[in-house]
């Protein structure tokens, strides 16, 4: 839900991409790392011990929010990219604004039914679409786009507590924490714009490694803590593959 800053080649108009390669791109995968940490760490926060098919399921739907966030994202961003960024799959005629949209859907109502039948999860799932939507629609418009999209990652904290054991005061204060993270991290993001090269995607990547701090506070595991930080350099990885942008 967070994009990151990276290299863009120009695609020739004579040349399109494959549509497996223009939905990559589209969806931003190489940031899902940092969902799933996200998710650990929100279950871990809920409940001593992470109920391992609970959490599975809990990530692949939050997943499905992140990528249909990045999907809306592009339709919504049409115009400005056609100005900015005409190597972007829409502009670049690879996919329509409309099958991206339908995609984008889509994908939002899959991530709300496959999220475990607790209603708590599926109230807050309801929520993070909501801000999803808001965020993508009024993000070039809005000051207030920072807030949102912290609460956005805030808000995967509460739907992986509520999927599993249930919210407390402790997965408050880490939603509370992510949410500061990544609003502060859009901001740099938004002012450093093209120039920023190497310092978005590690702070993109760096959201795992609030989460591993957090999972050591909260669980006293030392090895779950150690899977979340994972999360960063594999993040880094995937970036170099599909861009975070």
Same mark, same amino acid.
């Given at each position: 839900?967070?994009?990151?800053?990276?290299?863009?080649?120009?695609?020739?108009?004579?040349?399109?991409?494959?549509?497996?390669?223009?939905?990559?791109?589209?969806?931003?995968?190489?940031?899902?790392?940092?969902?799933?940490?996200?998710?650990?760490?929100?279950?871990?926060?809920?409940?001593?011990?992470?109920?391992?098919?609970?959490?599975?399921?809990?990530?692949?739907?939050?997943?499905?929010?992140?990528t249909a966030g990045m999907f809306?994202?592009?339709?919504?961003?049409?115009?400005?990219?056609?100005?900015?960024?005409?190597?972007?799959?829409?502009?670049?005629?690879?996919?329509?604004?409309?099958?991206?949209?339908? $995609?984008? @859907?889509?994908?939002? !109502? &899959?991530?709300?039914?496959?999220?475990?039948? %607790?209603?708590?999860?599926?109230? *807050?799932? #309801?929520?993070?679409?909501l801000a999803i939507v808001a965020?993508?629609?009024?993000?070039?418009?809005?000051?207030?786009?920072?807030?949102?999209?912290?609460?956005?990652?805030?808000?995967?904290y509460g739907v992986a507590a509520?999927?599993?054991?249930?919210?407390?005061?402790?997965?408050?204060?880490?939603?509370?924490?992510?949410?500061?993270? $990544?609003? @502060?991290?859009?901001? !740099? &993001?938004?002012?450093?714009?093209?120039?920023? %090269?190497?310092?978005?995607?590690? *702070?993109? #990547?760096?959201?795992?490694?609030?989460?591993?701090?957090?999972?050591?506070?909260?669980?006293?595991?030392?090895?779950?803590?150690?899977?979340?930080?994972?999360?960063?350099?594999?993040?880094?990885?995937?970036?170099?593959?599909?861009?975070?942008?």
């Open positions: 839900m967070i994009a990151g800053v990276s290299s863009r080649a120009v695609v020739s108009p004579a040349v399109r991409r494959q549509r497996w390669r223009s939905y990559l791109l589209l969806s931003r995968v190489s940031n899902l790392p940092t969902v799933w940490t996200n998710v650990l760490a929100g279950m871990c926060a809920s409940s001593a011990a992470v109920d391992w098919p609970t959490y599975v399921q809990t990530a692949l739907a939050v997943s499905l929010f992140y809306l994202n592009d339709a919504f961003d049409e115009q400005f990219d056609r100005r900015a960024r005409p190597e972007r799959p829409i502009p670049s005629g690879d996919v329509s604004k409309g099958e991206v949209l339908l $995609v984008g @859907g889509g994908l939002l !109502v &899959a991530g709300e039914l496959l999220l475990p039948m %607790r209603t708590d999860a599926l109230m *807050l799932g #309801a929520l993070l679409a965020y993508d629609y009024h993000h070039k418009r809005s000051r207030m786009a920072p807030l949102i999209m912290g609460t956005c990652r805030g808000l995967v509520a999927a599993a054991a249930g919210l407390n005061v402790g997965v408050a204060v880490g939603a509370l924490i992510m949410a500061s993270y $990544v609003a @502060g991290l859009t901001v !740099v &993001a938004k002012a450093a714009g093209a120039n920023a %090269r190497w310092l978005i995607p590690v *702070l993109i #990547a760096g959201i795992s490694l609030v989460d591993a701090a957090f999972i050591g506070v909260v669980s006293s595991s030392i090895g779950l803590a150690a899977v979340a930080a994972l999360g960063f350099p594999l993040t880094l990885f995937l970036q170099r593959y599909v861009p975070g942008d």
